[in-house]
Structure formats: C-alpha cells, structure tokens
C-alpha cells in the first residue's frame, strides 16, 4: 500500500526557513518523480516542485524559484522540501505527490499534508 508521510511543517516569522520531508513507502521510490504541492485556504492546489527520479533534473513554480530547493535520497526513500526567505503568502498545507503505477493504471497518491503559516 502506497503512503506518503509529510513532516517538519510548523509557524515561522517571514524571512525564516523551514525543512518539509516525505517518507514514502508501499512501492519503488527510486522508479518515480516527486513532486511538492500546496494549498492555501481558499486557493486551489498548486504545484510547488518536482524532481525526477535521480535528483537530477527539478522544476519550480516561479513563485518559489530561488527560494525553495527540491531533493531526494533514494536509500532513505524521503523526498525534502528546503524552504527558505519564506513569506507570508507561503502559507498552505504542503503535500507530498506521486503518480505510482497500480497495474495497468497511473493513481495519483498523496500525503496528509503538513501546514506552514508564515507570520509577517
């Protein structure tokens, strides 16, 4: 079974930085690309990073380019999120996303979430 646990979510004062991690388990993480997502109250989701399946290649929303860096290690099966110069507007609940292929179907799978409040 397919989960993914998002941690390390928490209030912090703008300018401040925070660390997401997903622990995932229940299939090949190496196999697949992760990606982060958030959703402010009242906002759809939105993507916020993805990275491929070696760490190798990774995009960003604009919104969070040069501020946020996506990453992974493979033998701890756990994707991060470092988060820094946070701003208010990055308040969300941020969830852990992968496309894990269930026999002949693609499932989109997701964490719990965990929530990050920026104070200005």
């Known amino acids: 079974q397919v989960q993914l646990v998002e941690s390390g979510g928490g209030l912090v004062q703008a300018g401040g930085s925070l660390r997401l991690s997903c622990a995932a388990s229940?299939?090949?993480?190496?196999?697949?690309?992760m990606s982060w997502y958030r959703q402010a109250p009242g906002k759809e989701r939105e993507l916020v990073a993805v990275?491929?399946?070696?760490?190798?290649?990774?995009n960003y929303a604009d919104s969070v380019k040069g501020r946020f860096t996506i990453s992974r290690d493979n033998a701890k099966n756990t994707v991060y999120l470092q988060m820094n110069s946070l701003k208010p507007e990055d308040t969300a609940v941020y969830y852990c996303?992968?496309?894990?292929?269930?026999?002949?179907?693609?499932?989109?799978?997701w964490g719990q979430g965990t929530q990050v409040t920026v104070s200005s």
């Open positions: 990275i491929n399946t070696t760490g190798g290649s990774t």
């Open positions: 996303n992968a496309n894990i292929l269930v026999g002949a179907k693609l499932v989109r799978s």
């Open positions: 229940g299939f090949t993480f190496s196999s697949y690309a």
